[in-house]
């Protein structure tokens, strides 16, 4: 039985998935390496890269019109910048991906090679005479190059530079460099130069740069659907507009969802079961509270100061931002935000990531009695939970803003985490946030008996007037209410102004906006 992969390279015949070459412009790619390119093919971490290229070898070795290896280089990373040590392992992978290949002239010459030329010539040797030997044009398939840092990477991308000029008789006819980034993006430090060299200045040879997109929503059903096929068991249409939304195609996570709702929920094991929107919103959260290695390296992510400066004013939604291009383009290369505009978090599971980790010690450290909040007919009552978080806001914001990493969206992130506590008892929480918003948009779901209850919580921060800023939350508030279909709506204003006395920013009032909708209002 086939099943939805979540680890290592796919293998058609006990994974469901689409055919990784049909997810590149082949045309494109053939077209690089009968001209002798070298490339860069990108995307993020576990998209289907390795899968592309392993399709792409074996198609290249059937054609039989060039001699194409395969070799993985992350077994370096852990030489860091000993250039020597890096050489050695790269070599002896490589001639024992092309032994596993039938070829074993580099498995006889490599060692000696390196023993006499040294590690910054060995490779660029190597390949020399690889080439001249191979009775077809070699092509040479080179995974998370990115893994190398610093001297390592440099000498590895200048011996591949120096014997440019020599292909296709006495160097590789094309190389690939496969990554998260592309390599123009790189800025190497270099201890022994003791400068920062660009990856674009040291490997400016490269053609072209391919990046290896998400899945498109037609390719996400076609997956569910080899499932379907192959056990009879179906999903709700729900259900695949759920994992659709949720996931906005990105492989992983479409599979992680698809894996956790047929084969690890004992109820889905049960193939005469069709798959709901309830089972996949579960599955959504066991993958995020078991902090899955995907998630949990996004989430480490969030500690690099050029991704705060990205993130920090989506969380905020305010105008306000100091990242610079090569921080864009860094953040969206790891596949947190989106790769188009307008400027978001890439999809609804990593925006959901976001704020718990930034927010994992406040939630933590905040003792709410759940019970306190759920009515008798066992509704939430969100007017004493917002009641409770004005109190604790006004005596240990100061204290827990200061704590967090991401400062300028702090009042944001503290009732985030407040919520969280409280409501992931028994509903879930949906945030949407974005630059330039002047405001973050929280959905509460709530389960109630059969029904599910919906009540929007909206947060500004005063930028204008205090009337002002009600007037445009109000609207904003009932326009986001109308989109969920939520029955009640609660605006809260947070005032950052220094100087301001708590008696002066706290209040609650019922307003009533342009559209005779009433909604609570709340300052902070």
């Not at 058609?12 to 998935?17: A, V």
């Not at 660009?198 to 076609?222: K, Y």
């Amino acid at each position: 039985m086939r099943f939805f992969n979540t680890a290592g390279p796919i293998k058609p015949e006990r994974h469901y998935c689409i055919p990784p070459l049909e997810r590149l412009n082949m045309d494109e790619v053939f077209a690089l390496i009968r001209d002798e390119k070298y490339f860069v093919l990108h995307a993020p971490r576990q998209t289907g890269k390795t899968s592309a290229l392993l399709a792409l070898r074996d198609l290249l070795n059937v054609q039989d019109t060039y001699h194409c290896v395969y070799v993985n280089v992350e077994g370096g990373q852990a030489a860091r910048e000993d250039v020597e040590l890096v050489t050695r392992t790269f070599l002896g992978e490589l001639a024992s991906r092309a032994r596993s290949e039938g070829d074993e002239f580099l498995d006889e010459i490599w060692f000696d090679i390196l023993a006499k030329y040294g590690p910054h010539v060995a490779l660029r040797e190597a390949l020399t005479r690889w080439a001249q030997a191979a009775p077809k044009p070699l092509v040479l398939l080179i995974d998370e190059i990115d893994s190398l840092i610093g001297d390592s990477l440099l000498s590895v991308l200048r011996q591949l530079r120096a014997g440019y000029d020599r292909r296709p008789e006495d160097f590789p006819q094309s190389v690939v460099l496969c990554g998260v980034r592309d390599v123009r993006d790189y800025r190497i430090q270099s201890t022994a130069e003791n400068a920062i060299i660009a990856g674009g200045s040291a490997f400016n040879i490269r053609a072209e740069s391919l990046r290896l997109g998400d899945f498109s929503q037609d390719e996400v059903f076609d997956l569910i659907a080899q499932h379907t096929a192959e056990t009879g068991q179906a999903f709700t249409a729900e259900a695949l507009e759920t994992i659709w939304t949720q996931t906005r195609g990105q492989p992983w996570l479409v599979n992680a969802l698809a894996y956790e709702a047929c084969f690890k929920n004992k109820t889905g094991q049960d193939r005469s079961q069709p798959i709901t929107d309830k089972a996949i919103c579960d599955a959504r959260e066991q993958l995020i509270l078991r902090r899955e290695i995907h998630l949990d390296q996004l989430a480490d992510k969030l500690q690099e100061k050029r991704v705060q400066r990205v993130i920090e004013p989506l969380l905020s939604g305010g105008e306000d931002s100091d990242f610079s291009t090569r921080d864009l383009e860094y953040v969206r290369d790891l596949g947190l935000i989106a790769s188009e505009d307008p400027l978001r978090i890439a999809n609804p599971i990593y925006a959901e990531i976001v704020p718990r980790e930034l927010t994992y010690a406040a939630q933590v450290g905040i003792n709410e009695d759940t019970a306190w909040y759920v009515n008798a007919d066992g509704s939430l009552n969100v007017v004493k939970l917002m009641t409770a978080f004005q109190t604790f806001f006004r005596e240990h914001s100061e204290h827990w803003v200061a704590r967090f990493q991401y400062q300028e969206a702090g009042p944001q992130l503290l009732l985030q985490a407040f919520l969280q506590r409280i409501v992931n008892s028994g509903g879930r929480i949906e945030r949407e946030y974005g630059l330039g918003r002047m405001r973050t948009d929280l959905l509460i779901v709530w389960p109630q008996g059969d029904q599910t209850r919906k009540v929007v919580i909206e947060c500004k921060l005063l930028h204008k007037s205090l009337d002002q800023t009600i007037v445009d939350g109000l609207d904003q508030t009932v326009e986001y209410m109308d989109r969920c279909d939520a029955e009640a709506g609660h605006l809260v204003v947070f005032d950052r102004r220094e100087g301001r006395r708590w008696a002066d920013k706290v209040f609650h009032d019922r307003r009533t906006s342009s559209s005779g909708i009433e909604i609570e209002v709340w300052g902070m």
